[in-house]
């Protein structure tokens, strides 16, 4: 695992360059186990930065959604670097903002921690509630050692781990300036097994499962604005003219708004699992990105966020292209 | 009103009975627990700590329909609150209640909201104490409120291990617990003074606070102050921490029209924390950056809201920490809020 | 399955390219092929103009089933249009599947503006089709809010 | 304009087109009823001059700036209601046709099903056409120049009448002379002119004429841009002969070590050519070319000691490093006249074209009876087999005359089995002129004919027909079924039909009247323009009654064959059609340009690049534009390149680019209107 003495001082390096505005990394949460991010502007700051299995936030979504004020006549606009830490799922999301041209590969100075799987934080808090003190997590060959209120427990790292690291293909980032640990191997695969067994259900259950679900969203938009493939600057489905979708929330809307949302992500979704992470409602979300992630590995043979110099999915075809679909 | 006893056998009885209303209990959809309105008791999960969206939207729901229209008809055909007939909210906790209460004085302010009060009217609220605070982040004990509160319910529960103390506060609660009489048995007198102490070991419990003086007068100082900027660095500016605050109750309100010139007008839950909720026609936007978001949602909480109806807009319920995705902590802003200089 | 009753007159909305398939269906109109008058027709320059939310859309207003209908791959006027059209609606078409929406309900197809009788099959293929799975009930916006 | 919307909405009865099936009156009722409609009226025929004025006056009376015609379909008539628009003071494009005619009343027989659908139709018109946008029609420089791809009769014709008009013309031509097949006839019908007696002053004229630049043994490879200003790039392929010193003398050809050992494509590979050679005689331009494949120096390397040509040629013109050259120009209008192709009879293998010596096909009888042909003229017994060796001082017997010819009618045209169910309109009439030569060069020779139906519809046709018969030559209706070999006879098995007789017919000689298919390489000048095919896959025209000349595209052209069977007079005729329709945008030096192109909401673009990847007309590009005091990067569409396809606004995730006319706020309307039940 990282040492965090080591990253610090990259970080302080870093930071320190005239070229770097901010440094965006991880720092201990308010209670609990909890990490959140960190948004490091002066080398003074640099002592609060941390890397855990607890740091579950993508934090590549920061780049575009930082809100640029009107530049005061006269001024010239802060363009220098913005450094950033990015796990393996989270590099992928850097490559494709860049495979879409939302920034420059020199714009972003990249700071990358090959990872060993993060934790589930409500697997954590259901198994250990009421934490109020800071508490630590810490990898240790295959458990999770959580130091909490002067106890030390051990748990598997199976039944910590968030699900998308059981699925993970790519823990050693993509893209990076400078790696803050030794890479780790590929450690586990995709095959796809749960969306293969909802594919399977009749049209009635699908929609059973689905209306269940979708009846529960209150839109609150979390999914969109953690995502950091959604980084338009006004979100077509907030328009009003035309309204592709109406503001009411109810199961018709919902399954609007969600359709448009993972279809919108078809081809560019990195599986870094935030949205279904950050949902108050426990909507399944992964499980609607992946499966057009399924179905564009199959039938187009692409995967997101994996090579910048890609075309984009939808903006590109092939001759012999299934089509048997098609009358 | 003398207290009453509900044994924990006759739960599914007293709820069958009220089933006769609209019976609105927490429940389970998936793993989340939910307010939902339940025909059969079986449905309700009262082993729970808090709901995550809470009980508000019964009384005000996410998207309510104001009244409808057609092309060509002079006469708008409203819509009659009257017609969701009397509602029980069974098992809510007292945080939600005491939120209830708070956000009653808005809407009976300069203007009777009818939908709300009419639909408060309509709802009586049994309320069931927390012996356990539902999470770590619970403090709603700094603003005076207790996990035993009764303040805004008409009827409070407490679990005394197999029977529930039933203690009627209003009269909507007497007029309910006289319907339920069939299932309620006399309460021994010293079952009242039993309570009393959980409730005072039950405010023990709870572990965060904050010292909420002098914050209402200090925040305006603080316009221009470093915190705000700091403290929103991470916020993605998303609804959670407004939608599911139970004192929060700002709405926006829109027509929808078809084609055929067939229409609605709806009212549905807004947040301060989007952007285009103070987005001008002309594209200005007074409150450009999720800082200046956050320094209104707080100061609006903590000194708007009580300089105009002299109560805190906060119940301490927690649920903005819990489930803020990126640890936006409000404690730890008011912390920062008592300390800025 | 949803309920079959035989009376059910499926309502579909149909996008057409403008040059091949509505061209194709207007062959239909002068050669005088009679078909069932379920699918309404929007024209659009392209099958690539067809953005699959319009599907979404289409159903979540009240259609049974929407039609796009293109020109052959390799005619197409603006050279890629029906390329692009064909993996959008592959990738909607199936997702909509995984949602429950049946697959009879979304449905593609080349007519070139020389295939009136092609456009006839079509039709009856895609009302029969939409007939087979009934009305659609999943997420419509009338049933709900009014 | 683009004010409170105010609509007229007209219904069309079309005669009983419409009103037959659809319930007029109670569509113009609904009508009237849609929000903004301020008018709505019906008329018998809505094209018509005062069903037009119904419109100016009410744009006059009630101030309409938005127009909907609910009558036929908008390919038809919405260039003409466009111009009523603009004579009544309106932008043309706030007008919105809504399709109960061939989309309706004709292929719906139940009067309420058709009435209650024409509803929904004009419904969905009234909401587009309420958020319809003035747009301002663009125009574009025209070159005042044309490419005619194709040098037959059709593409010289075309060439000629574009540049006596005073334009440049470029016209490229694949073989190495221009001509094309009715270069090889002998005589024409119905009046027996000599074809190369007609054609051949046109060729010259073509290689003469100042405007002409001709382009022989040349390939269009890539053609960009749009009506007006399309960017062409040719490939002049090397013939190994600097054009300027060829004389036409002919040594080369005599002395190459290949000479008749290759069969020469223009005879049908009866006559044969060297390496070196000249087509035929007439050949325009009169210069030789080297045939890569065959000539031995370029394709082993060596030709004995020294290629003989070489040596043989006083003006010094062979250069075996002569490269193709790619010629590169701008032109504003395109002539596709790239002719056809005869049937390969082989797909009739019961008639064993290229088993028996003497089965030829009508094209190859055309060269036997040609006097520029390989046999001078003279019809004689083939023997396509090897070459016997002819041993020194031998005399090769004189070739026989042939007693009996007889010719088989629609081989390859009129039959499902091989896919062309059409009539290729020629084969009748150049039969019965073949077997008149044939009578008249073999007196006593015996003609037959057997015929499903003679054709004979055009202009002094049937006179012919009359006079053919008069003089001889039989006619037996029949479809024949089989030929095989009896003796040195070939034997025609078929029944007349008329007699309901089965025979037995020997001849000495077969010739298949073949039709007229398709080129095999017209796929070529498909990707190339993006031309469709019809179901017959010739060239599709835009409309077949109204447009016979023009594309799908702006500024393209077809004439002759390429885009369907026809004769000499028809090609003519469609080629001079052609020349006036191209010459039309060329004259005025202004094109109005596809007014319906993609705009950039720059606000919204977060500049992904999206529409710029799917453009097919790489349209849009990225530019760098200052936000609120950040350098951002948005979309910005060349009006001029976008041809208005709408591949862009599907792509666009966020909305911000939309297609005028299409966008997404005025189809959604639509999907309401016809989507709600």
Not at chain 2, 83 to 101: N, Y
Not at chain 4, 384 to 394: F, T
Not at chain 4, 660 to 677: E, M, N, T, Y
Request: hydrophobic share 35%.
């Amino acid at each position: 695992m990282v040492e965090v003495e080591k990253l610090r001082e990259i970080a302080r390096e870093v930071i320190s360059r005239d070229d770097v505005r901010q440094l965006i990394g991880y720092r201990q949460g308010t209670y609990g186990f909890r990490a959140r991010p960190a948004f490091i502007t002066s080398p003074e700051e640099v002592d609060q930065l941390i890397f855990s299995p607890a740091c579950v936030n993508n934090l590549a979504t920061y780049l575009t959604l930082e809100e640029k004020l009107p530049v005061p006549r006269g001024q010239e606009p802060d363009l220098r670097k913005v450094a950033v830490m990015v796990k393996g799922c989270d590099s992928r999301a850097l490559v494709q903002q860049m495979e879409e041209k939302a920034y420059e590969r020199d714009r972003i100075v990249v700071l990358g921690i090959p990872c060993t799987g993060v934790v589930d934080m409500d697997k954590v808090e259901e198994r250990f509630p009421n934490v109020l003190s800071r508490g630590e997590i810490a990898l240790e060959g295959d458990k999770f050692i959580l130091s909490f209120d002067g106890r030390r427990e051990e748990v598997p790292k199976e039944e910590l781990l968030a699900d998308k690291c059981k699925r993970c293909r790519y823990p050693t980032p993509l893209v990076y300036d400078q790696l803050l640990d030794q890479e780790v191997a590929r450690f586990a695969d995709d095959d796809y097994s749960d969306i293969v067994e909802l594919e399977k259900r009749s049209a009635e259950e699908k929609w059973a499962y689905w209306e269940e679900k979708f009846s529960r969203c209150i839109r609150c938009y979390s999914c969109r604005n953690v995502c950091p493939m959604c980084y338009c600057e006004d979100c077509v489905l907030d328009r009003l003219n035309p309204q592709w979708m109406r503001r009411s929330v109810d199961l018709s809307e919902n399954t609007a708004y969600h359709i448009a949302r993972a279809y919108h992500l078809a081809g560019r979704c990195i599986q870094c699992g935030e949205c279904q992470r950050v949902c108050p409602v426990e909507i399944p979300l992964m499980e609607l990105n992946r499966k057009f992630y399924k179905d564009v590995e199959e039938l187009y043979d692409y995967e997101p966020g994996t090579d910048a110099e890609a075309p984009p999915l939808l903006a590109t075809f092939k001759v012999d292209d299934r089509e048997d679909f098609i009358l | 009103m003398a207290a009453k006893k509900l044994s924990k056998e006759k739960v599914q009885e007293a709820l069958q009975e009220l089933t006769k209303f609209r019976l609105i209990a927490p429940a389970k959809s998936d793993e989340v627990v939910i307010f939902k309105q339940i025909t059969d008791p079986g449905e309700a999960f009262l082993d729970y700590g808090n709901s995550t969206v809470p009980p508000k939207k019964v009384v005000f729901p996410q998207t309510e329909t104001l009244f409808r229209f057609q092309r060509g008809n002079p006469e708008l055909r409203e819509k009659n609150v009257e017609e969701e007939g009397t509602t029980v909210i069974f098992g809510l906790r007292p945080c939600d209640a005491r939120a209830m209460s708070i956000v009653d004085r808005l809407f009976s302010w300069d203007f009777e909201d009818p939908y709300y009060l009419k639909r408060r009217e309509l709802t009586t609220l049994v309320g069931l104490a927390c012996n356990e605070p539902p999470s770590i982040n619970c403090f709603c004990t700094s603003l005076g409120g207790s996990p035993f509160g009764k303040e805004g319910l008409d009827i409070l529960l407490t679990d005394m291990g197999d029977h529930y103390l039933v203690q009627a506060l209003t009269e909507k609660g007497e007029k309910l617990q006289d319907i339920l009489s069939a299932h309620l048995e006399d309460a021994p007198a010293e079952e009242e003074k039993k309570a009393e102490e959980m409730a005072a070991q039950a405010e023990g419990k709870i572990a965060r606070s904050i010292n909420t003086e002098g914050i209402p007068e200090k925040l305006p100082t603080l316009w221009e102050h470093e915190l705000w900027k700091k403290a929103s660095a991470a916020c993605l500016g998303c609804g959670i921490c407004t939608f599911l605050c139970p004192t929060c109750h700002c709405f926006d309100i829109q027509d929808e029209v078809e084609e055929m010139g067939e229409g609605r007008r709806a009212r549905m839950w807004d947040s301060c924390m989007f952007s285009e909720y103070t987005l001008h026609a002309s594209g200005h936007n007074p409150r450009p950056t999720r800082r200046e978001r956050t320094r209104n949602r707080i100061s609006h909480k903590y000194s708007y809201y009580p300089k105009r109806f002299e109560v805190i807009a906060c119940v301490g319920c927690g649920r903005c920490i819990n489930l803020c995705p990126v640890n936006i902590d409000i404690l730890e802003i008011l912390e920062q809020v008592v300390d800025a200089s | 399955m949803a309920e079959k009753n035989s009376d059910f007159e499926p309502n579909i909305v149909a996008f057409l390219c403008n040059w091949c398939s509505y061209a194709g269906a207007d062959l239909a109109g002068t050669s005088r092929i009679q078909y069932p008058p379920n699918v309404r027709v929007i024209r659009v320059m392209c099958s690539g103009r067809v953005n699959p939310l319009f599907v979404m859309n289409a159903l979540q207003q009240g259609a049974d089933g929407v039609l796009i209908s293109g020109c052959h791959p390799g005619d197409c006027h603006y050279m890629q249009g029906n390329y692009y059209a064909r993996r959008r609606f592959m990738l909607m078409r199936n997702f909509l599947e995984y949602l429950g929406v049946e697959p009879e309900r979304v449905r593609m197809s080349w007519v070139s503006a020389s295939e009136g009788a092609k456009w006839k099959e079509v039709i009856e293929e895609v009302v029969n089709g939409v007939k087979s799975v009934g009305p659609m009930n999943k997420f419509q916006r009338r049933q709900l809010n009014w | 304009m683009n004010g409170k919307p105010k609509i007229g909405v007209y219904v069309c009865h079309c005669g009983t087109n419409i009103a037959g099936v659809v319930n007029v009156e109670e569509v113009v009722q609904f009508a009237s009823t849609l929000p903004d409609v301020v008018v709505a009226r019906n008329y018998s025929y809505m094209c018509s001059d005062p069903g037009q004025a119904l419109i100016t006056d009410d744009i006059e009376k009630f101030g309409l700036n938005r127009v909907v015609v609910a009558s036929c379909s908008p390919r038809m008539h919405e260039p003409t209601f466009r111009k009523t628009l603009l004579s009544g003071g309106l932008n043309p494009y706030f007008l919105e046709m809504a399709n109960i005619r061939e989309q309706c009343s004709w292929v719906h027989e139940d009067p309420i099903a058709a009435t209650e659908k024409a509803k929904r139709i004009v419904e969905a018109a009234v909401v587009k056409a309420r958020r319809l946008e003035a747009l301002d029609v663009k125009e574009v420089d025209v070159e005042p120049a044309c490419l005619i791809i194709g040098a037959g009769i059709a593409g010289i014709q075309a060439a000629l009448d574009i540049a006596d008009a005073g334009f440049k013309v470029y016209l490229v031509e694949k073989s190495p002379t221009v001509g094309g097949h009715m270069a090889q006839l002998d005589k024409t019908f119905p009046t027996l002119d000599c074809s190369a007696c007609i054609l051949t002053p046109k060729m010259v004229d073509v290689a003469n004429h100042p405007n002409i630049e001709l382009m022989t043994y040349s390939q269009v490879e890539e053609i960009s841009g749009y009506i007006g200003n399309f960017e062409v790039k040719v490939r002049k392929k090397s013939r190994f002969v600097d054009m300027d010193k060829c004389t036409g003398c002919g040594a080369c050809a005599e002395v190459c070590r290949m000479a008749g050992r290759i069969p020469n494509e223009f005879d049908e590979g009866i006559g044969m050519r060297g390496a070196i050679y000249l087509p035929f005689p007439q050949a325009v331009p009169a210069k030789y070319t080297i045939d890569k494949e065959n000539c031995l120096f370029l394709s082993k390397g060596k030709c004995g000691e020294s290629p003989k040509c070489k040596e043989a040629c006083q003006a010094d013109a062979i250069n075996f490093d002569l490269q193709d050259e790619i010629v590169e120009f701008k032109v504003g209008t395109i002539i596709v006249a790239t002719g056809y192709d005869v049937f390969d009879a082989r797909k009739k293998p019961e008639y064993a074209y290229g088993v028996y010596d003497n089965v030829l096909t009508a094209l190859e009888f055309e060269r036997l009876v040609n006097a520029s042909g390989p046999t001078g003229g003279k019809i004689v017994m083939l023997e396509r087999g090897k070459k016997k060796k002819k041993k020194e001082g031998e005399e090769a017997e004189a070739p026989r005359v042939p007693k009996s010819i007889t010719f088989i009618q629609c081989v390859g045209s009129r039959d499902k089995s091989v896919g062309n169910e059409y009539c290729s309109r020629v084969c009748c009439m150049y039969t019965a002129k073949l077997a008149h030569l044939a009578k008249d060069k073999i007196p006593d020779c015996e003609v037959t004919i057997f015929y499903m139906d003679v054709r004979a519809f055009g202009k002094g046709f049937e006179e012919f027909y009359d006079r053919v018969r008069r003089e001889g030559v039989r006619y037996i209706r029949g479809n024949p079924s089989e030929i095989f070999r009896r003796g040195d006879k070939l034997v025609v098995k078929a029944e007349d039909t008329l007699t309901a007789t089965p025979l037995e017919h020997e001849t000495d000689m077969v010739v298949l009247s073949v039709g007229l298919v398709p080129r095999s390489d017209n796929r070529e000048i498909i990707d190339l323009l993006k031309l469709s095919q019809s179901s017959d896959l010739f060239y599709l025209e835009a409309h077949p009654k109204l447009r016979p000349v023009d594309t799908a595209s702006d500024g393209i052209f077809l004439a002759g064959v390429c885009q369907g069977p026809k004769d000499i007079p028809d090609a003519v005729a469609q080629a001079k059609g052609a020349a006036s329709a191209a010459m039309i945008p060329m004259a005025s030096g202004k094109v109005k340009v596809e007014a319906q192109t993609s705009v950039v909401n720059e606000a919204t673009c977060r500049g992904c690049g999206f529409c710029v990847a799917v453009c097919p007309y790489t349209a849009i590009e990225l530019v760098e534009v200052n936000r609120n005091g950040w350098p951002v990067k948005v979309a910005r569409v060349n009006e001029a390149l976008c041809k208005g396809c709408g591949a862009c606004a599907a792509a666009c995730l966020s909305g911000s680019i939309q297609q005028r006319s299409f966008k997404d706020i005025q189809i959604l309307p639509q999907i309401q209107a016809l989507g709600v039940k």
